[in-house]
């Protein structure tokens, strides 16, 4: 799919986020990027598979 030199990495790949975004709208809080992942401005993810990655949340701090 990705037709950047060096290749992006594929959206089974634990850094597919640094794929190169093909199209952003901040606005809505998304990004497609080029290996056909949907990165949501909360870190969540949703991948070409239909496969879903829960944001990534901070651990809460302790009082």
């Known amino acids: 799919m990705?037709?950047?030199?060096p290749e992006c990495?594929?959206?089974e790949s634990e850094d597919r986020e640094a794929a190169?975004?093909?199209?952003?709208?901040?606005?809505q809080g998304w990004s497609l990027l080029c290996n056909g992942?949907?990165?949501?401005?909360?870190?969540?993810e949703l991948l070409p598979d239909g496969r879903v990655i829960a944001p990534?949340?901070?651990?809460?701090?302790?009082?």
Request: with cysteine; net charge neutral; charged share 20%.
């Open 2 to 5: 990705c037709q950047h030199r």
């Open 9 to 11: 990495p594929s959206a």
């Open 20 to 27: 190169v975004p093909v199209a952003c709208h901040p606005e």
């Open 37 to 44: 992942v949907l990165l949501f401005e909360d870190t969540g």
């Open 56 to 63: 990534r949340r901070p651990a809460a701090s302790a009082v």
